[in-house]
């Protein structure tokens, strides 16, 4: 019985040290590891020798006593070093003893003054009746009184040190009691085993046994290493070696002792092979058995990352992979920063707002998202406290990290760009995230990333499906979606419609081109989104039609917001230097469900017939759909003329001839009223009007763009109205001030004739008439055939009449020196095929000099 | 975790790299920083008065956007707002405010708001000039826990002053004396008292002006033996065994004995005007070579050499945002005030040129743009023996409308003709000089020619010295504590022949500048 608990012990003893062992060698070293193995390792050859000793093997049992001596002297030093590595007390005095005290010891004991002698006896024991040997030992001590006391001394300076920091709150109690305990326990034991009747019960080893453990959750508690992964190899060794230990005592239980000489060493030789294989076999085995879970999940999560390639909703595939990272690594929160294109920034998940109660957004150059595109690989946290470029970060971000409490961000890249960064938080066990994890998190974000990317290329297709690509708004097919959706959701409450067109478009886009045209588009439609912003849907009808559904709009709410937006589109169409600049104003119908319309076909058309009410009141108004409204063309609204105005590109004629000589009463008003003020321009204008026809005509131009030209041509200088009388029949150069004033009459001719509606089809060519074919002419320095044809025809012929007339302070020059000034400004003022076409017609007499009427 | 933490588990590289990380940046990286940094700073002030004021109500769009908008600045333009401490006005609560003195100011003093952001910042600048100075090679450094620190420097509401501040809690050094303990007693006391406790106890940090290191290095050899001696059985084995090593030299070599024979210095650190040209004589005395560091109350602590100690100080990267107005621009300054220089940013510096420093603060602080007169030469661009890949500095002086003696002392042209005044001596013209006696001791010289109407009775130049000495006391400058700490004569003068001055003037045409003339004119005065 004896024998079989002493055996138990050592075996017991030897297999915890060996795992202790295993744990420490497979641990990240640093000094506090290394020393615990150095323990560790006195602590297995104590065991052993003990147990060598009691098998008296050769050298004797006298020297193995001394092995184990030393080993038990060398302790005090290591638990010392042990000690304060974990409790930073450091005592140099202690320390001197220690070193000391220990060669001395060492000295005594192999010159054997510490233990003089050891025997081992046989005495007989009664066992289940029977009478059967048992060890025991008969040890001199001589010196080793003293070391025992030694040891004591020490271990219990050192828990008396420790308790003094724990009282002083300098240190922590946890993690290092049970050191403190387990040691107490060997000095007790050493004291112990001096009595001989205690002797034979190996007490030095059981206590040793009880130290272990004690390291084992000191080890645990203090988390000084990766403690679960070693667990699992170090389980798969400890078992084997179990299984050695086993045999190893059986073998020596049950051979005698000369088979024991042979037979031992080869089976331990054999033993160690077959359990090599067996080791291989159950380290695979107990992973399983540890990862079990985990290693499913996993499975599970790159099966997810399979199918994500085939998701293509952004949402469905950001809240499945959050949602699958989170449960699979058991973190707190997990988040996802996707990139905006539009505002170069990354946009933090709603999960953010309900962690920390607001949103965030990270600029698209923080460092984070830089070091994670360069490198990438995961960012922890440690990371961005020690690498200096995060020194780059704004107290905002690295609130933000702080609130999230970022532990690791993944790059989410796709084409080599950084689409998104998943940012995960600590887990929830407190561990923290493995190189495996890292691997896992990287591949999956690489998938991940993928179909997001596929999820994006998705959104923006759909999106411009849905949008109009030159103004941002919804286009006509969602906006017949929506409001058919809109009339659902209001049920019996009111749903306004506006309908909304920009005035004077066409001859906008006529005289600024359609480049300008499109720019005006996209400004009308911004101050719609401003306005209108979540209250409703804007939306870009058709050319220069919008249309705007606001639910739970009455028709005056509606009125008012609709004003704010005409108001708004004036202040900015006619907030310009001049009139010649800018003149856009909108008009509006509106229409609302369920009072004015019982359907959204009815509210369309209702509203469509209110804006042709504004249109026909004066526009830049807004008309709210009446019960007697119907259907009345506009005088305005004139319809284009087919034929030549592709060639001719810049003007919109009314629809019968006879509608323009209905204005010729208008337009001889106009310029009798100039006749009054300056007879010169008032001849000019008409001699100016009789050359521009003739060219207009020459080049191929149909009758009513000739009389178009004509009338331009009688209105092109009304303008100069408004120009002082002096500057106006000033002798002599003007100056640069004068000039500058006389230059404002294009302006002031297009604010007149801006306000006749009818005659609006002359203003292209008025408002270019001193346009310069190189660009340098004025008020808006376009060139070439920018230039309405229109207008270069009228800037040569008021330039040859102006040249050709004879005023008070000088006389008009001959044809011929007109014509040649003519041709020497060809390419440069004047377009020179135009020129051309004048000189050819001179030629043939159909253009000549022609006296005052 | 704090520092203290990561020494507790050892974790040296982590804290270099934390600390120290900064030397191995690009210069790229470095601009990165700055950049990012100032552009937080320009979102800050945006939305205070102040920084509306000094962005005339717009927000830059970029950091070149901010130096075209915002003007050249001094304290002038803060001063209604600081002075007042009108915290409404400010980008940023602030947790601290600085004092500094205001040499031809409106009040004795420039008050300077700290916010917590530069609080932090300045922590851990602080740590790594520390980490720096014990360190001989890169990556590692002999800073523990315990270390007794001597801080000779001046304490709160000084710059200065926050060191013990910011490092409370962050790391458990022992300051020499504790500072808590000795609040009220002047700053001389507190340094002896210091010094006193570090040579019987051991100091292992050392940080002071670097007039003052000098001074202790040279007081040593007397207090030593009386301080050692009376605490003999207080000492530890080791600081008496030294002694008596030191004793035994003294004894039979004649030997001095010097602070490194009795302390195991791990890092000595200096800052202040003047000390540069003394470095190896403190190396000599401590036996470690020592670290310069470059502050001051406006931009903060914002320099320090690298473990080498020899190539220069770097600008810590997140401290300010830095501009410098080349030589040739501030020559075009000098002859017209309103001239506005053009600055170049820390990759646009020339190796070997001179610059006035330019500092906007980062992190909440109050200054952009901020002229606060600090010289400084590009040493280098990079530097391939320690591997720092951005410029390196030698702080120069002062602009010259300033004399800085040691570091202690600022003078200017007011405060010495406030002098001449009150002292009611018959004085005519001046010219003031800083210069440098045989021991690298800096001095002021005073230049100065008799009154017109004085020609009778003449004056020594002695007793002008004294005279002034006296009165100098009345214009904020303790003349006294200088000499005490200089252990020299911080003022000499030299008489002028009446009219000499004026008559440089004439001949050359211009006006004589009164603090530090051009190089070559006070010898052509006294021809």
Redesign the interface.
């Known amino acids: 019985m004896l024998d079989f608990f002493i055996w138990l012990i050592h075996s017991v003893s030897l297999i915890s040290y060996s795992f202790l062992l295993v744990v420490f060698a497979f641990s990240k070293k640093d000094k506090l590891v290394k020393i615990a193995i150095l323990m560790v390792a006195l602590y297995m050859i104590w065991t052993t020798a003990s147990l060598f000793m009691r098998f008296d093997l050769p050298p004797g049992t006298l020297f193995w006593n001394r092995i184990m001596a030393a080993a038990i002297i060398f302790l005090p030093l290591i638990v010392y070093h042990f000690m304060a590595l974990f409790s930073d007390f450091h005592s140099h005095l202690l320390k001197y003893i220690g070193y000391i005290g220990t060669a001395v010891s060492l000295i005594l004991n192999f010159t054997g003054q510490m233990f003089s002698q050891v025997t081992v006896q046989m005495i007989p024991q009664m066992v289940d009746g029977r009478l059967v040997p048992a060890h025991y030992f008969d040890v001199k001590w001589e010196w080793g009184v003293v070391f025992a006391f030694m040891y004591a001394v020490i271990l219990l300076a050192i828990g008396f040190a420790y308790c003094l920091k724990v009282l002083e709150k300098t240190l922590k109690a946890d993690g290092i009691k049970a050191i403190i305990a387990g040691n107490v326990i060997i000095v007790a034991a050493i004291i112990l085993m001096a009595l001989p009747w205690l002797n034979q019960y190996s007490l030095g080893v059981l206590a040793g046994v009880i130290n272990a453990v004690c390291i084992m959750i000191s080890i645990y508690k203090y988390r000084m290493l990766e403690f679960k992964f070693v667990f699992k190899k170090g389980a798969a060794l400890l078992f084997c070696m179990g299984l050695l230990v086993l045999g190893y005592i059986y073998l020596s239980l049950t051979l005698d002792e000369t088979l024991k000489m042979y037979v031992i060493p080869a089976v331990t030789a054999l033993s160690i092979c077959g359990v090599y294989s067996l080791y291989v076999k159950f380290n695979r085995d107990i992973d399983k058995i540890f990862i079990s879970t985990e290693y499913q999940q996993r499975q599970w999560l790159f099966g997810f990352s399979v199918n994500l390639a085939n998701k293509l909703e952004l949402d469905e595939i950001t809240d499945t992979f959050l949602e699958a990272v989170k449960s699979v690594l058991r973190v707190s929160h997990v988040f996802l920063a996707l990139y905006d294109r539009d505002n170069d920034t990354y946009t933090l998940s709603a999960g953010a707002l309900e962690v920390a109660g607001r949103g965030y957004v990270f600029a698209g150059d923080n460092p984070m998202a830089t070091w994670l595109n360069d490198n990438n690989t995961c960012l922890t946290r440690d990371h961005i406290r020690t690498l200096p470029i995060f020194k780059a970060l704004w107290d905002s971000e690295m609130e933000c990290i702080d609130d999230m409490d970022l532990e690791l961000a993944v790059p989410l890249k796709s084409r080599s760009h950084l689409i998104g960064m998943l940012i995960l938080s600590k887990k929830q066990d407190g561990s923290t995230f493995t190189i495996e994890d890292m691997d896992l998190l990287l591949s999956l974000g690489g998938s991940t990333a993928v179909a997001l990317d596929n999820a994006f290329s998705y959104e923006r297709a759909k999106s411009e499906a849905n949008t109009d690509s030159l103004t941002g708004l919804f286009n006509h097919r969602h906006f017949y979606r929506e409001l058919r959706q809109q009339i659902q959701e209001v049920g019996e409450n009111p749903l306004s419609l506006v309908l909304l067109d920009l005035d004077m478009f066409k001859l906008y886009n006529d005289m600024y081109g359609h480049v300008e045209g499109d720019k005006a588009l996209e400004t009308v439609a911004a101050i719609l989104k401003a306005q209108v912003g979540d209250c409703g849907v804007a939306a870009r009808y058709g050319g220069e039609e919008f249309v705007i559904i606001l639910p739970f709009y009455d028709s005056e709410r509606a009125e008012m917001l609709t004003e704010k937006i005409r108001q708004a589109v004036q202040r900015t169409f006619h907030g310009g230097p001049g009139d010649a600049h800018r003149f856009l104003s909108i008009s509006a119908g509106i229409c609302t469900y369920p009072q004015a319309a019982p359907n959204g076909e009815e509210l369309l058309q209702r509203a469509d017939i209110a804006l042709y009410s504004a249109k026909n009141s004066g526009k830049n108004t807004v008309v709210i759909y009446g019960p007697n409204m119907t259907y009345a063309p506009s005088m305005t609204d004139v319809p284009v003329v087919p034929g030549h105005l592709e060639a001719i590109g810049d003007l919109r004629l009314p629809s019968a001839l006879g509608e323009s000589i209905s204005h010729s009463s208008a337009i001889f008003a106009l310029t009798a009223t100039i006749e009054t003020k300056d007879y010169y321009t008032y001849g000019h204008s008409q001699k100016v009007a009789e050359y521009a026809s003739v060219l207009a005509a020459g080049i191929g131009l149909d009758d009513w763009h000739v009389k178009a030209i004509m009338e331009a041509a009688l209105l092109h200088d009304i303008g100069k109205i408004g120009i002082p009388e002096d500057i106006l029949k000033k002798v002599g150069r003007l100056t640069e001030d004068e000039l500058e004033i006389m230059r404002r009459h294009v302006d002031m001719s297009v604010t007149i004739i801006k306000h006749l509606p009818t005659l609006q089809y002359v203003l292209p060519a008025v408002i270019g008439h001193h346009e310069n074919w190189d660009g340098t002419g004025y008020p808006r320095n376009i060139r070439g055939e920018e230039i309405p044809i229109s207008a270069r025809c009228l800037a040569i012929s008021d330039s040859f009449d102006a040249m050709t007339s004879t005023r008070p302070y000088r006389s008009g020059c001959s044809l011929d020196h007109a014509l040649r000034e003519l041709q020497e400004k060809s390419g440069t003022q004047f377009d020179p095929h135009l020129v051309d076409a004048f000189v050819e017609l001179t030629q043939l007499k159909r253009i000549s000099l022609t006296p005052l009427q | 975790?704090t520092l203290n933490e990561l020494l507790?588990q050892?974790k040296y590289k982590?804290i270099w790299?934390?600390y120290c990380?900064?030397a191995?940046?690009t210069l790229r990286?470095y601009m990165?920083?700055q950049r990012?940094?100032m552009m937080?700073q320009i979102?800050l002030m945006h939305s205070c008065e102040l920084g509306q004021r000094l962005m005339q109500n717009k927000k830059p769009a970029s950091v070149e956007d901010f130096r075209r908008l915002v003007p050249l600045t001094t304290y002038d333009d803060y001063a209604d707002i600081l002075l007042k401490r009108n915290i409404s006005a400010l980008p940023t609560e602030p947790v601290m405010w600085i004092e500094t003195t205001w040499e031809g100011g409106i009040t004795p003093v420039k008050l300077i708001p700290y916010s917590e952001?530069m609080i932090k910042v300045y922590r851990t600048v602080i740590i790594a000039i520390v980490l720096l100075a014990t360190s001989k090679k890169k990556g590692s450094f002999s800073l523990r826990r315990f270390d007794r620190f001597l801080h000779c420097m001046a304490s709160l509401p000084y710059m200065t002053g926050l060191i013990s501040y910011v490092l409370d809690g962050e790391i458990d050094v022992t300051f020499l004396p504790d500072p808590k303990e000795v609040e009220g007693i002047s700053f001389h006391q507190r340094n002896r008292m210091g010094l006193y406790m570090g040579m019987s106890g051991g100091i292992d940090i050392f940080c002071g002006m670097g007039s003052f290191v000098v001074k202790a290095s040279e007081q040593f050899h007397d207090i030593s033996s009386r301080i050692l001696f009376g605490s003999l059985f207080q000492n530890s084995f080791i600081v008496n065994f030294k002694l008596l090593l030191a004793l035994i030299r003294k004894k039979f070599w004649h030997q001095d004995i010097l602070p490194k024979d009795i302390l195991d210095l791990k890092g000595l650190i200096y800052a202040g005007t003047d000390a540069v040209h003394l470095r190896d004589h403190m190396e000599k005395c401590w036996g470690v070579k020592p670290l310069e560091v470059f502050g001051g109350a406006e931009p903060s602590c914002i320099a320090a050499d690298v473990w080498s100690k020899d190539g220069g100080m770097v600008l810590f990267?997140?401290v300010c945002f830095y501009e410098f107005i080349p030589e040739s621009e501030r020559a075009l300054c000098d002859r017209d005030p309103h001239y506005v220089p053009k600055t170049s940013l820390m990759d646009e510096l020339v190796e070997g040129d001179t610059y006035e420093l330019v500092f906007s603060n980062f992190?909440g602080g109050a200054f952009l743009r901020y002229r606060a007169g600090y010289v400084f030469q590009c040493l280098s661009v990079k530097n391939d023996e320690d591997g720092i890949l951005f410029p390196q500095f030698r702080y120069v002086n002062r602009v010259s409308a300033v004399i800085d003696i040691a570091g202690f002392i600022r003078i200017t042209e007011k405060t010495i003709q406030q002098a001449i005044d009150l002292s009611g001596l018959p004085l005519g013209d001046w010219v003031a000089v800083k210069e440098y006696n045989a021991d690298h001791k800096p001095f002021l010289h005073l230049y100065i020619e008799m009154g017109e109407d004085s020609l009778t009775h003449m004056l020594d130049a002695e007793t002008i010295r004294d005279q002034l000495t006296l009165y100098f006391r009345y214009v904020n400058l303790d003349e006294q504590d200088l000499e005490a700490l200089l252990g020299s004569d911080p003022l000499v003068v030299t008489m002028l022949s009446h009219g000499v001055i004026s008559g440089y003037e004439s001949a050359k045409g211009c006006t004589l500048r009164k603090i530090d003339p051009p190089a070559g004119v006070i010898s052509e005065l006294l021809c």
């Open positions: 975790m507790k050892k982590e790299q934390r990380g900064f191995d940046l990286e990165e920083i990012r940094l937080e979102e952001g990267p997140d992190k």
